[in-house]
């Protein structure tokens, strides 16, 4: 949000993050926000910087380094999003790139005597919260890794975004310690996984790759079934961290005008990926099925064609920058695509130079 650095901001977090505890205040206002820290926080500049930023929820509490991480301590559980959006406000308002992570600590807004104005009552602390039910969080979370390789079949079947969210639903009310919704979510979870398609063990994938072999096809063939394989599951992986920001951003703005913005972003690249994988699956199948060697040679260097315009696309489009730089859930989508794009243009160009 700032274009200069706030040298105050910044020497707070450096002696934070040396083991001084400060006081923090951040005000949270769609994907911007406005952090406080000192030895003290007045209402005053609370106030403040809720006007600057122009209304949104305000979080209070302490911020201490241990071992070169940032802790922000507070009273209750924060959205999931927080953490990267104030480190992404370490970044851009001081210059610092640091790791952040939150943790409940039931005096956390509470004013320690040295920080208390002189003569200034200081309020007693809170009793410490009761100890953490480790039975019932170790039983869900043993129900939950017992999932294992199917979860992945389900994330790539028919009710893969619902299982996604599920997913992700589980995993925070675990970080919350709501227990109950947890096991409410992973009662919905387990039949999806459970009803979802094995995958092929490696036994018969080594058997269909051995057909095209056996049936007299060249290497080139099977070369271009392992590309539309990679291609598949890339498309796949980047429409999962799709689901997850999804997920994370209606947590985060629900209500708020920002969300529609990003779902009509989201929307446009799903729109555009969807678009390209057909088209380029289409002309792969078409290679495959070629009739002769030229043919197929043919189909190749247009599939090659369609790979380098989608990476002039990945290359120039703002969106991709937006989406991987979301302030929420860390993504790499357009790095996944600088990766298999030239890859699979490599691939198809060295298998349309080998003979038939």
């Known amino acids: 949000m700032a274009n200069t650095i706030d040298k105050d901001l910044q020497a707070a977090i450096k002696q934070a993050k ?17 952090l406080l820290l000192g030895k003290t926080i007045t ?34 559980e924060p959205p999931a999003s927080l953490a990267a959006q104030i480190k992404r406000r370490l970044k851009e308002d001081a210059g610092l790139t640091l790791p952040v992570e939150f943790r409940t600590k039931a005096d956390a807004e509470a004013e320690d005597a040295a ?19 480790d039975a019932a969080r170790a039983a869900l979370m043993k129900r939950l890794n017992g999932l294992g390789a199917p979860l992945k079949a389900a994330l790539a079947g028919p009710q893969g975004p619902r299982v996604q969210a599920l997913f992700v639903s589980v995993n925070g009310f675990l970080k919350s310690n709501d227990f109950a919704q947890a096991a409410k979510a992973l009662d919905e979870l387990e039949p999806l996984v459970a009803a979802a398609p ?24 099977v070369l271009m079934q392992q590309c539309r394989l990679a291609w598949t599951a890339a498309v796949k992986k980047i429409q999962a961290d799709i689901v997850t920001l999804r997920t994370e951003a209606h947590a985060a703005y629900e209500g708020e005008p920002i969300l529609d913005k990003m779902d009509k972003a989201l929307g446009e690249f799903i729109d555009t990926l969807t678009k390209h994988h057909e088209n380029l699956s289409d002309k792969l ?20 064609a369609l790979l380098q315009q989608f990476q002039a696309y990945a290359d120039a ?24 794009l030239p890859l699979l243009a490599s691939k198809l160009g060295a298998s349309a130079a080998t003979p038939s």
Not at 198 to 221: D, N, R, T, V, Y
Not at 323 to 329: A, C, K, Q, T, Y
């Open 18 to 34: 040396a083991g001084r505890p400060m006081r923090f205040a951040y005000v949270a206002k769609g994907m911007e926000g406005k």
């Open 43 to 76: 209402p005053k500049e609370t106030a403040e910087a809720k006007k600057e930023v122009g209304g949104g929820q305000v979080y209070l509490g302490k911020c201490v380094g241990e071992d070169g991480t940032l802790f922000f301590e507070v009273v209750k």
């Open 115 to 133: 920080e208390a104005p002189e003569g200034a009552a200081v309020p007693p602390a809170p009793p410490p919260p009761p100890p953490e039910p």
């Open 198 to 221: 094995a995958a092929a063990p490696p036994a018969a994938a080594k058997e269909q790759a051995k057909e095209p072999a056996a049936a007299g096809k060249s290497s080139s063939f």
């Open 285 to 304: 199948d078409e290679a495959l099925n070629a009739a002769g060697a030229d043919e197929r040679q043919k189909r190749q260097g247009e599939a090659i």
């Open 317 to 340: 489009d703002p969106i991709l920058e937006d989406i991987d730089d979301n302030g929420l859930v860390p993504l790499q989508i357009k790095k996944t695509l600088a990766g298999i």
